[in-house]
Structure formats: C-alpha cells, structure tokens
C-alpha cells in the first residue's frame, strides 16, 4: 500500500496548491466556472484526506471481532468519496451554474483567470500521468479501460478518476471563461459549470459503480483462480482436481480462497492433511496476495 498512499500524497499536495489558486481567481474574475472548479479541487482535498484514512484502517489485523481483517474499511471510505464526489463537487457545480445562467454576469480578470487555469492544468496533468504510470506497472498489458473496470485497487481508480475529471473540468472552464470574454455574454461561463457539475456526476456514478462491487464482495481477479488451477499438478498428485473454487476480495492486496478438492482414493487422514498443507503453502508462494485459503476434501463433488 506504501504505493498507492504515494499517489494519495502527491495528489493531495496538488490539490491543496490549485483550490487556493481557483479560489483566488474566481474571487476576482467572478467565473462560476472557477468557483465550481475552486469547490471540485476543495471536494478532492477532503476526499483524499479521506483515503489515507481508509488507508490506515484498511491496514489493522485482524482482531476476534474481525477475523478477517479490515481490508474492506478501504472499499467503504473509497464509496464516501465517490458520494461526496457526486454531491459535493457536481451536483453543487450544477446548481451554481442553473443559478448563474438565471443571472448571468461578465467575468473579469480574465487573464488572470486563464493563468491560473492553465497553471492548474499542469499541475493536474502531472498528477493524472503519476497516475497512469503507476497503473500501467499494475495492469502489464492488459487494456486502460478493462483494467478501469476490472481492477481491485479502489483507491487508485479514485485517484485517476478525479484527476481526469479534473484536468477535463479545467479545459472546460477555459473555454467557458474564453467564451464569455469575447462574447460579453455570462451566460457561457454558467454553461461551463453545468458542463463540470455533468462531469464530476458521471465520474462518480462510474466510481461508486466499481467501488460497491468491491463492497459487496467482488472476486478477485482471475489471476488467482489461475494460481490455484496451476499448482495442481506432478507436485501434488494426491490433488486430482478443484472442481469448486470461491475467491473474494477482502482489502488491498487481501484475497480470500475457499475450494473443494477431489483426492486419490486410499489416503489416510495423515495423508489428507499433508497433501492439503503442502497445496496450501504452493499456492500462497504462487499468489502471496492470498492471505486465507480454506480447503474442504470431498470426494462427492
């Protein structure tokens, strides 16, 4: 996790920088797209607050009330997040701009408005490219968007995603901010922070979609049922089969494995026991993420 908190910091620091830059230029511009932009970069701070949180106690070992950890606490604070993303940032972005379109005002300052924008674009793109780069180390070769959809690395989707949206609600607000510069018209710049609130709901139904899976109880990825299928073999011919295997989910880098096994006829219970624990240590050298495996013999299955 010592990654993924990395990522949390370095968007944190990024975020705090470009709250205080928009809020400072919405103030003098006037632009209800940068003040929405202000309130979208303020909503991430807390939501990244928020992640290092679900950090910490994602971290905690099990104890007797929580046999199997805490890893799932993660998944929990990674939902608020996504909530807040949507209420806090977009449905507030959009009510700012209904309001403004009812209102419209001329922006001023725009340059100033415009710098800042732009300085904030960088700054978030650096962020999203940290983002992606430390996705590609984690998702090889597979697709962007099937690793979007597939991953269990909820904290860092929520990352990208915020970033992302960021650095498109940025680009939006400069248009927003351009448009309304060069018409006189205050009602494009109203239309820009309708236009961020629409982004920030989008991302966060996408979010919170991926997020309550995991929640829920998601499996893991197909790569441990692979493991499992892979062990058996010469090395553990007591094991002719795994004809029904459970994975799930339980934290960052915390998988849960349950199996029935079909065994050679004639074993003795010594036997059973020794097959089964040699399987056991095989697969978790295999797949370390593995943190609890549950083997049932049954020769009915």
């Known amino acids: 996790m010592a990654g993924n908190t990395k990522q949390i910091l370095a968007s944190l620091s ?3 920088a470009i709250a205080i830059a928009k809020g400072i230029a919405a103030f003098f511009t006037g632009s209800g797209a940068l003040l929405a932009e202000t309130l979208h970069s303020t909503a991430d701070c807390s939501n990244q607050l928020l992640l290092l949180l679900g950090v910490k106690q994602a971290a905690r070992p099990p104890d007797d ?3 199997l950890g805490y890893g799932r606490d993660l998944f929990f604070w990674s939902f608020i997040v996504a909530l807040l993303l949507f209420s806090g940032g977009g449905v507030f972005s959009i009510y700012e701009g209904i309001h403004k379109l009812q209102a419209p005002e001329p922006v001023e300052h725009v340059w100033l408005g415009l710098g800042i924008l732009l300085f904030s674009v960088l ?3 650096w962020a999203t490219l940290g983002n992606l780069r430390e996705m590609k180390k984690r998702r090889g070769e597979q697709p962007l968007l099937q690793y979007l959809v597939r991953t269990k690395d ?4 929520l990352l990208f995603g ?7 609600g940025l680009l939006v607000a400069m248009a927003a901010l351009l448009l309304s510069w060069q018409t006189g018209d205050g009602r494009f710049d109203a239309i820009g922070s309708i236009v961020i609130g629409l982004i920030l709901v989008a991302v966060a139904i996408f979010l919170a979609r991926e997020v309550k899976s995991l929640l829920i109880g ?3 990825d197909p790569a441990i049922a692979e493991a499992v299928r892979a062990t058996l073999g010469p090395a553990h011919p007591a094991i002719e089969a795994v004809p029904r295997l459970i994975t799930v989910q339980q934290g960052p880098g915390e998988v849960l494995v349950a199996m029935k096994v079909r065994l050679t006829s004639g074993l003795t219970t010594e036997q059973v026991v020794k097959s089964i624990n040699a399987f056991e240590a095989a697969l978790h050298e295999r797949a370390p993420e593995i943190r609890w495996c549950f ?3 049954d020769d009915h299955a």
């Open 154 to 157: 909820s904290d860092l989707i």
């Open 14 to 16: 990024v975020n705090v």
């Open 65 to 67: 009330e929580h046999p």
């Open 295 to 297: 083997v049932e013999p």
């Open 123 to 125: 700054l978030e793109g």
């Open 218 to 220: 998601e499996s893991a």
């Open 162 to 168: 915020e970033n992302s949206a960021a650095v498109l």
